[in-house]
């Protein structure tokens, strides 16, 4: 299998810096494709790196290098069954981090959290957050999965990603988009995620892992395939559609590269 794409950056602002070309490089060919861009994100310190790549200003004299917000459709990759202004939640770590401080000339993106009404019930909370995607995706393209136009994700110390944890049972799923999750080792337990089709069927598929904390876990991931750890099960699948962007921390371990 050829590697992924692996970047490594020496600071946190070169890493930035090419996060961003590669996140308008997919805008960029998205809207020229169907006029929109679809993005799903995660939590953990995706947000706060997305805010510093996304709003940083652009290149002058580059038509390229805007970011076009008002095309932008903002979709939960995983996302925690609490209020959506509670500390643990993905979306208030997205609004605060970027929402709220993108610029009015920079346009505004749709942004689907979850619905909050459902929390009691997770299996409701995952059909109704399916229900979300079914209504976006399917008014344009073939239903059977959605196709995001841009993944964004994080990787645990574990290998997680999204919630989707090592020798979870949700791993095997192949017909949900959208899996409910009661006991998830990373706190709080209960949270809902997108399933591993939904994963590797994104069009291009960005990780962003940085600190030494990640560095056993990237070699794992690149080193030994067939431990099958979540991320690993990404790689393996959408092979050149993935990109990691890293520091040099997190690949000190990695000895594929
Ligand atoms: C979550 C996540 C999760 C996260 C990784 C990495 O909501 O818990 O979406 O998959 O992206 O755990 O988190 P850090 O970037 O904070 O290490």
Known sequence: MPPPNLYTFPTPSSLATSLRAYILSAQNASIERHAIFRVAVS???LPSTLADALLAPPAEGNPHDRVSFEKWEIFYADERAVP??????NHRLVKENLLDKIPAEMGAPKV??????????????ADAYEKTLVASFAARDSVRIPIFDLILLGCGPDGHTCSLFPGSPLLR????WVLPISDSPKPPPRRITLSLPVVT?????????TGAG???ALHRIFDEEDA?????????LAQERVTWF?????VEEVVAT
């Open 43 to 45: 939590g953990g310190s």
């Open 84 to 89: 959506l202004d509670h500390e643990d939640s």
């Open 112 to 125: 689907f959290p979850i619905d909050v009404s459902l929390l009691d019930d997770l299996e409701e909370l």
């Open 173 to 176: 799923e192949s017909e949900a």
């Open 201 to 209: 069927h994104g069009l291009k598929i960005g990780f962003v892992a």
């Open 214 to 216: 990640k560095k056993n």
């Open 228 to 236: 099958g750890l979540p991320a690993a099960l990404v790689n393996r």
């Open 246 to 250: 890293t520091d040099e921390a997190a």
